[in-house]
């Protein structure tokens, strides 16, 4: 057996300190740019809120049209939306939202936006219509029924959410 020293020659401590302390300083670099990266992946998105948007007691059964602003987080840019629903009273008495972008090519439709049609959704892009009920009139440009807002009602207040497809019955 062997009772030589392990000697550290002096260009080993030189590598060994240099690589030490050139790691350290990579990671110190490192992390605020990985950090940076993948921040607005962490950030909880707004879109999942519900906006307060309307007096259930001063809703009526003629489609009206309401309007709120949501913030929107888009990477590192902040904006404030105006979102639009069309909403009314069915004749149970349940509330039904309806989001105005039409399924055909996203114009905004409008409730008796044709006085040939005063009991419809009109869009004025290409003709298509929409039963009260937000179902597509056959033969219209539109192949699927509006879109229906995610609500809840508390305190007598409406808050409506996303708006999302109908489910295929
Ligand atoms: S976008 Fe509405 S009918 Fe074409």
Redesign the pocket.
Known sequence: MSDKKQQVSRRQFLNYTLTGVGGFMAAGMLAPMVRFAIDPVLQPTAQGDFAAVAQVDEITTEPTRVEWTIDQVDGWYESEVTKTAWVYKQEDGSILALSPV??????I?NWAGNEEYPDQFY?P????RYYKDGENVPN???SAALDVYQQKVKDGTLYLGKAEPRKEA
């Open positions: 039409c399924k055909h090519l996203g114009c439709v869009c892009c290409h003709g298509g219209t440009p539109p």
